[in-house]
C-alpha cells in the first residue's frame, strides 16, 4: 500500500514538473527499501535523489539526504567494504555542506521534521 501511494505522488509531482518532489520521493522510496532490506533498489533510489538535489544545487536538500543515506546504511547489521567507503565519503560531504551552510545537519533534519 506505502509503495502504491509513493507511485502516485511520484506521477503527481513529476505531471506537475516538480524536481525537488520527484527526489524527495526517490529519497523516502529509498528509506523504505532499505527498511524491508531490499538494499539494492534503495541504493539506486538515494543516488536518483542525490543526483538531482546537486544538480540544481538544493544544498540542505542535498545536506539532508545525504545524511539520511549515512543513518539508513547505520541501521544496517552489516555492509560491505564498497557500501562503507560510499557511506565516509557521503558523510564527509554533508559535514562539508554543513560547515558550508551554518547549521547542524542533524538538528537541520530535526526541525524539518517538526515543521
Known amino acids: 500500500r506505502v509503495r502504491e501511494l ?3 505522488a511520484e ?3 513529476m505531471e ?3 524536481t525537488a518532489g520527484i527526489a524527495k520521493i526517490r529519497l523516502l522510496s529509498g528509506r523504505l527499501y532499505f527498511l524491508v532490506g531490499e ?3 534503495g541504493n539506486i533510489e538515494f543516488d536518483e535523489a542525490l543526483e ?6 538544493m544544498k540542505p536538500a ?3 539526504a545525504l545524511a539520511a543515506y549515512c543513518d539508513a546504511l547505520d541501521m544496517r547489521n552489516s555492509v560491505s ?3 562503507a567507503e560510499k557511506r565516509e565519503n557521503r558523510y564527509q560531504k554533508a559535514e562539508e555542506l554543513e560547515k558550508e551552510m551554518g547549521i547542524s545537519i542533524r538538528r537541520r533534519s530535526a526541525l524539518l521534521q517538526l515543521i
Not at 538531482?52 to 544545487?57: A, H, K, Q
Open 39 to 41: 538494499f539494492e533498489s
Open 62 to 64: 542535498l545536506a539532508d
Open 81 to 83: 567494504p564498497a557500501e
Open 16 to 18: 506537475m514538473g516538480i
Open 52 to 57: 538531482v538535489f546537486e544538480r540544481y544545487d
Open 6 to 8: 509513493i507511485e502516485k
Open 11 to 13: 506521477q503527481l509531482v
